[in-house]
């Protein structure tokens, strides 16, 4: 610690632009994490890295250090955004290029520090090495830019995710952190700030797609004693986790950007409101901001220029629609996170009727980038509209599940069959969801869109907050559209009725159309049959009429399966059928008379005494009982039970 | 931690502590009790009606104690369409008891939660912080078995 300390004021003069000299110079290479002087072992430890079981990896690292009386430092770093790789280990040995390995359980561990520390490298496991450290080269190891999941990245926001020490300021300062901001208080006036963000273009990155610049303009121009900036971490999209990686890899360059933000709009209070689910990166976002405040970058007066900022905190309790704006700023007041109309907005009247600024973790993370580089620069990558690059979570049926950063304009094809490496299990690629519970579904033929905020408009998606939920052909859309619809109607807050009313009635509607009724009222198949009109309908009123974001894209996923898989819903209401097997109440099942030997354990199985049948004679199954579980397909040997094929009515 | 030192630093604040405190009060004692509840309308001077009003808006508030081990099962987009419903459904089956619900030896609870954020890993369930990866209707009595043994080692 006494070297960091040493430190501290050179860190200090290199954020003020003073040159380094020579030595410092191999100091800050060092801190940048370029060369080394001793072994260095990192290990990605965010949420994922830990699920997937870095923790025990850590352990073992550690206790192999101890056998072999070896000296190494060890270092949690965030995720760089191969997921489906954890734990991902990376080795940098002095004299030698940083070297990455996937899938470093605790097993395996032994093996790879016993060769690596021989100065070999093991023949399996290796991801490929860092070709920008210094060193000599590994033989016979790609670099790591060739890997097909990172070649097409762009990496403004993620620059340092996975690769430096998140919970290390003086290494974030290396690498170039803060200078930007403290260069901004030397030289630039806020409102020429304001107006070097709505060149840029940049757009907010939360789902809207406002400009960034414009919120800020409409924030800064008020005349208030307090103004407050938020920054909306409250990632409650499904399927979403970008924020989350961002703030566990990288929380600096998030505070950096809130204080060149705050500054911009005249705040000197800021509340970072976080979602309870995302405990390690609640403590790192804690640990950043006091390590901001002991180099005088946050607090009272920064860098002795006579301006404060103070950052707090907020924990979310729990509510998708505490990421709507308003609703937002109910729930930091303590009061129920339900939003309000507009105008007016909260940049004129919001937290505690202050003007209020609000933006989201991956914007305000853009903005050290842009003043390090320039507007031009930012809005030279992207497309006309759509500037810079966006983070996306990739899951789902995918083979490469991860965060990856790309340049606006990227095709959606692209994305899932080169960087996510395509659909596992030979299955076909049916929908990509994109936009959570707000957003649309896209079809195979879609995908050449070059993915950016109109484009994918215009497609029926969104891009929302960017979670790609890629699924393959044993997806049943109609019941991911029932999965969002009873998602939203359970988070609709209640205060405006078509929403909270709607949404009930349009879960009903599809409960209706994927699940088998106990009695068949009369008019129970007629309201199926209606359903699909009912449901366009439905749709549009509340889309129309909901007060605010949530209930107003709420039918999106209904709508837009609809649109792209019509005959998927007319399949499940008018054949009773579920072509992808996945509406289980739906399935009826027959017995092969000639397979079948009269065991009766399907009979003593079944829930419903559906099946009949005596000892050593066939069984069979009676329909109006059968509830489509498939106990009796799971236990029967002898495969004589299978699902019925629907004779289709066309 | 008593109930009073855990409402002490808050006496006398204002009424946006109010979500807050209820977390830092659910962080130690796992729940919203009633007590607990009329302790935090007397520290911030609200009516009892109005912070039952707040919490069960919030789906991170409960009211009943959990299990030991509490177990949370993400049902976001990612875990859906990797059968997280399943998961949800074998484990309702093995521990006898519904989302919500706390075994009666107060050993396990389930709770629904939307989305937990490690999609790349999903179907995803967290046990008392500790995440179980890629888990499936078989692994799931694995899971739960080790946590059992855990209590009693010897058997």
Redesign the interface.
């Given at each position: 610690m006494s070297i960091l300390q040493d430190l501290k004021p050179v860190l200090l003069s290199a954020i003020n632009g003073q040159t380094l000299k020579p030595e410092q110079e191999k100091q800050f290479r060092i801190l940048r994490r370029e060369e080394t002087n001793v072994p260095v072992i990192y290990i990605g430890a965010g949420t994922c890295g830990l699920g997937a079981g870095a923790g025990k990896t850590i352990d073992s690292a550690k206790q192999w250090l101890i056998d072999n009386e070896q000296k190494a430092e060890i270092v949690e770093v965030g995720c760089v955004g191969l997921c489906a790789s954890e734990p991902l280990v990376d080795i940098q040995i002095p004299g030698f290029k940083r070297i990455s390995f996937e899938n470093v359980t605790s097993d395996k561990v032994e093996e790879i520090l016993d060769s690596i520390f021989k100065l070999e490298v093991p023949n399996h496991n290796s991801l490929g090495q860092y070709e920008d450290t210094a060193g000599k080269t590994w033989e016979n190891i790609p670099g790591i830019n060739e890997h097909p999941f990172f070649a097409p990245q762009v990496r403004l926001v993620l620059k340092n995710c996975g690769l430096l020490n998140p919970v290390s300021i003086e290494e974030y300062i290396a690498g170039g952190g803060y200078r930007p901001f403290a260069n901004l208080l030397e030289t630039r006036k806020p409102s020429e700030m304001v107006e070097d963000v709505i060149k840029s273009g940049l757009r907010g990155r939360g789902g809207g797609g406002f400009l960034a610049g414009m919120k800020w303009k409409f924030a800064a121009s008020e005349t208030s004693d307090q103004k407050y900036l938020i920054c909306n971490a409250d990632e409650g999209d499904p399927g979403a986790f970008m924020d989350r990686a961002v703030i566990e890899g990288d929380p600096h360059r998030l505070l950096e950007g809130m204080a060149i933000a705050a500054y911009a709009i005249g705040a000197t209070e800021a509340y970072i409101y976080i979602r309870a689910e995302y405990p390690l990166a609640i403590e790192r976002l804690y640990a950043a901001i006091d390590q901001a405040i002991e180099y005088g970058l946050l607090g009272k007066n920064i860098l002795g220029k006579g301006i404060d900022l103070n950052i707090k905190i907020k924990k979310g309790a729990g509510a998708f629609v505490c990421g709507e704006e308003t609703a937002l700023i109910h729930s930091i007041e303590g009061k129920r996170g339900m939003p309000k109309p507009r105008p007016p907005f909260p940049t004129s009247s919001g937290l505690f009727g202050k003007p209020t600024c609000i933006n989201n973790v991956e914007t305000l993370a853009n903005i050290p980038g842009i003043f390090e580089k320039g507007s031009n620069w930012f809005s030279s990558i992207g497309t006309e509209k759509s500037k810079g690059t966006k983070v996306f979570a990739l899951s789902g049926n995918i083979k490469r599940t991860g965060l990856v950063e790309i340049p606006m304009g990227t095709s959606m094809r692209d994305i899932i069959y080169n960087i996510a490496g395509g659909i596992p299990n030979k299955k076909k690629f049916k929908a990509v969801q994109i936009g959570g519970p707000s957003g649309g579904c896209l079809k195979e033929e879609d995908l050449d869109i070059l993915v950016d905020y109109d484009s994918l408009i215009q497609a029926g998606a969104m891009m929302g907050s960017g979670g790609l939920v890629v699924m393959d052909e044993d997806t049943c859309m109609v019941d991911v559209a029932r999965f969002f619809m009873d998602f939203i109607q359970r988070e609709s807050c209640g205060k405006c009725i078509p929403c909270r009313e709607g949404t009930r009635r349009m879960l009903e509607i599809l409960d209706s159309i994927t699940h088998r009724p106990a009695i068949d009222k009369e008019n129970a198949a007629l309201d199926r049959f209606k359903g699909v009109m009912q449901l366009e309908k439905l749709g549009k009123v509340i889309k129309d009429t909901s007060l605010c974001g949530l209930g107003k894209s709420a039918p999106n996923p209904v709508l837009s399966t609809l649109k792209q898989f019509r005959e998927e819903y007319e399949e499940h209401i008018f054949n009773r059928h579920c072509p992808a097997g996945v509406c289980t109440e739906l399935r009826t099942f027959e017995i092969d008379v000639d397979k079948c030997t009269g065991c009766t354990v399907c009979a003593r199985k079944c829930p419903t005494e559906a099946i009949i049948g005596g000892k050593k004679t066939p069984h069979f199954i009676l329909e109006d009982k059968c509830i489509g579980c498939g106990n009796c397909m799971d236990v029967c040997k002898f495969e004589a039970v299978h699902v019925k094929e629907v004779v289709k009515i066309k | 931690m008593e109930l009073k030192e855990i409402v002490n630093p808050y006496k006398g604040k204002?009424?946006?502590?109010?979500?807050?405190l209820?977390?830092d009060i659910q962080e130690n004692l796992g729940y919203l009790s009633r007590e607990s509840v009329s302790m935090a309308s007397e520290t911030l001077d609200m009516p009892t009606s109005k912070i039952y009003?707040?919490a069960t808006?919030?789906?991170?508030?409960r009211f009943e104690p959990t299990g030991k081990f509490h177990i949370q099962v993400c049902?976001?987009?990612?875990?859906?369409?990797?059968g997280s419903a399943t998961v949800l459904k074998t484990l309702e089956k093995e521990l006898k008891i519904k989302a919500g619900q706390t075994t009666r030896d107060a050993l396990f609870s389930i709770e629904v939660?939307?989305?937990?954020?490690?999609?790349?890993?999903?179907p995803?369930i967290n046990i008392n912080?500790t995440?179980?990866?890629k888990v499936t209707e078989s692994s799931i009595g694995e899971i739960i078995e080790g946590y059992r043994q855990s209590l009693n080692p010897e058997e």
């Open positions: - | 204002g009424k946006e502590n109010l979500i807050p209820l977390q009003g707040v808006f919030y789906n991170q508030f049902r976001g987009t990612a875990c859906h369409v990797l939660v939307a989305c937990i954020g490690a999609c790349g890993l999903a995803v912080g995440f179980h990866a």
